[in-house]
Structure formats: C-alpha cells, structure tokens
C-alpha cells in the first residue's frame, strides 16, 4: 500500500462519510462496508 493510500484513508476517516474522497463514492461505499 503506498503512502498515498495510506494518507487518504486517515482523511477519510477523519472525515467519516463526508463527501469529500476523490475517487468516488462508490468504492468509499464499499471499503465502508467492508470494513
């Protein structure tokens, strides 16, 4: 997993459900649930 990566999932789960992910809500959906 490269850093990148890394950095967007602690924005993203910082921001918990905001729409603010840049690659789209589907796949946000889904690593959601998945998780």
Do not use: C, W
């Not at 990148?4 to 690659?23: D, V």
């Amino acid at each position: 997993m490269s850093k990148e990566k890394q950095t967007e999932e602690a924005a993203e789960q910082e921001n918990l459900g905001a729409p603010t992910i840049k690659y789209g809500d589907t796949i946000v959906f889904i690593r959601h649930v998945d998780s």
